[in-house]
T-cell receptor, first 114, second 114 residues
Framework: NAGVTQTPKFQVLKTGQSMTLQCAQDMNHEYMSWYRQDPGMGLRLIHYSVGAGITDQGEVPNGYNVSRSTTEDFPLRLLSAAPSQTSVYFC?????????????FGEGSRLTVL | GQQLNQSPQSMFIQEGEDVSMNCTSSSIFNTWLWYKQDPGEGPVLLIALYKAGELTSNGRLTAQFGITRKDSFLNISASIPSDVGIYFCAGQLMDMEYGNKLVFGAGTILRVKS
């Protein structure tokens, strides 16, 4: 079982460039989400989706876009990268029945913006 | 907004020692979860707690859902070197604006005493 797959694992961008972090899950999970992890700040929710065609903003959505055209895929787009977006990004998914808490995480995408 | 205070921020362990960490909040949660993150990987769910007062074990790990629903602790007995990593608590609640909401603590870093 692949679980949650994120690509790329590492990326370096210049300020102003755009890019898409890919996330795919093969567990037929309804709920998918993107987090960023920064030292000492835990995991902060960027955007989430409770099903295909439905997305919503989390705690730190500015500078990011998402879409959910299929159950399996939930890409995260950086529109115009800024150094403040240097972080490790995690995609996570779960069944929505009973709550969203039992998340399965991908391995992470480490992004550096110069 | 809701915040989780996780402590300690970091600790050193010697093989065989028992370890204890906790999360507290001023908010009431309906689920508490504990995750572990190994270096270079995504967090993995260790234990999920769904009822106030619940005490659950997973091997050498024991976690409790506080009776006030505002706190939780995680104990690791007889620690071994592979216990090192970052441990995150997470609380889930029903938010009037966002629906089901998951809040993460900042993490406890476990290191090996040399």
């Amino acid at each position: 079982n692949a679980g949650v797959t994120q690509t790329p694992k590492f990326q370096v961008l210049k300020t102003g460039q755009s890019m898409t972090l890919q996330c795919a899950q093969d567990m037929n999970h309804e709920y998918m989400s993107w987090y960023r992890q920064d030292p000492g700040m835990g995991l902060r929710l960027i955007h989430y989706s409770v099903g295909a065609g439905i997305t919503d903003q989390g705690e730190v959505p500015n500078g990011y876009n998402v879409s959910r055209s299929t159950t399996e895929d939930f890409p995260l787009r950086l529109l115009s990268a800024a150094p403040s977006q240097t972080s490790v990004y995690f995609c996570a998914s779960s069944y929505t029945t009973g709550g969203i808490g039992e998340l399965f995480f991908g391995e992470g995408s480490r992004l550096t913006v110069l | 907004g809701q915040q989780l205070n996780q402590s300690p921020q970091s600790m050193f362990i010697q093989e065989g020692e028992d370890v204890s960490m906790n999360c507290t909040s001023s908010s009431i949660f309906n689920t508490w979860l504990w995750y572990k993150q190994d270096p270079g990987e995504g967090p993995v769910l260790l234990i999920a707690l769904y009822k106030a007062g619940e005490l659950t074990s997973n091997g050498r790990l024991t976690a409790q859902f506080g009776i006030t629903r505002k706190d939780s602790f995680l104990n690791i007995s007889a620690s071994i070197p592979s216990d090192v990593g970052i441990y995150f608590c997470a609380g889930q609640l029903m938010d009037m604006e966002y629906g089901n909401k998951l809040v993460f603590g900042a993490g406890t870093i476990l290191r090996v005493k040399s």
